[in-house]
């Protein structure tokens, strides 16, 4: 046998576990797809305003809300804008939910020190960062998503997505993101 020909038959029996599997991929993917679609439609008018991006990763969804969405300055309560958009697209995450989907909510800051009115409660933007995203994990519970499918992760200051130089770039690095993604398969 010729080495070229050993080498197509081993590649294709390396391909039909592979086609197989990726058969659930693709169908994890579209399932995915759908829903990014169906939270895009939900939240089309706060797209426009330039104030949520959704974005397919390749292991999930992300939606990225803005800060001056979801509080306002020097706030850690929610803002009423920010609770309307939790309210528009919490029951497509909580059906996400049940479908065994893990939610993590993910908050973040710019680089500015905690100003004195949060000083007291939040030392750094570390706690500052947690606490927003766990506000926005009792918000969604207290909107029917299971909380044991939810996780509140801060990434404080330092995963940023644009310069801390500038004013738009801390305003772009003040945010929440909202990761989707199938929960890992336990055994």
Excluded at 46 to 61: M, R, T, W
Excluded at 73 to 78: C, F, H, R, T, Y
Excluded at 123 to 150: C, F, H, K
Aim: aromatic letters at 4%.
């Amino acid at each position: 046998m010729r080495p070229g020909r050993m080498t197509l038959h081993v590649l294709a029996v390396c391909l039909v576990p592979l086609l197989s599997s990726c058969l659930v991929t693709q169908s994890k993917y579209n399932s995915m797809l759908q829903q990014q679609q169906a939270l895009e439609a939900s939240l089309r008018r706060e797209i426009s305003a330039d104030q949520v991006k959704i974005e397919q990763l390749e292991n999930g969804i992300r939606v990225r809300m803005s800060d001056d969405l979801l509080y306002r300055s020097g706030a850690v309560e929610l803002h009423p804008g920010g609770r309307a958009a939790l309210d528009k697209v919490s029951g497509q995450l909580a059906n996400m939910a049940s479908q065994g989907n893990q939610i993590d909510v993910v908050g973040n800051t710019d680089n500015v020190p905690i100003g004195p009115e949060l000083a007291g409660r939040f030392p750094t933007n570390w706690e500052l960062a947690g606490a927003r995203a766990s506000i926005v994990v009792r918000y969604l519970q207290d909107r029917g998503v299971d909380p044991s499918s939810m996780a509140a992760i801060s990434d404080g200051q330092y995963h940023p997505v644009a310069s801390n130089d500038t004013a738009a770039g801390r305003a772009q690095n003040r945010r929440t993101d909202l990761l989707i993604r199938p929960a890992p398969v336990n055994g």
